[in-house]
């Protein structure tokens, strides 16, 4: 969940004309279960919270679009 995230903002940050500078909007749709542990689901709960706290990264400018190890080719 959150790999694919953070390889779609990545990218799409590094597709823009000025990186430094990306112009537009990214929108993430995520559930109500962020960070709420359900029996057999702390998992999800925890991936959800975890991108969340992604997009408030992203949303904040603090995402730096160098190389990565998460970054797959």
């Given at each position: 969940m959150v790999l694919g995230l953070h390889n779609t903002v990545t990218y799409w940050i590094r597709s823009q004309d000025d990186p430094k500078h990306p112009v537009g909007t990214v929108i993430n749709v995520n559930s109500?279960?962020?960070g709420m542990t359900v029996p057999g689901n702390s998992a999800y709960g925890s991936s959800k919270l975890a991108a969340h706290k992604y997009m408030e990264f992203v949303a904040a400018g603090e995402?730096?679009?160098f190389p990565s190890p998460l970054c797959y080719s």
């Open positions: 109500g279960l962020a995402l730096l679009v």
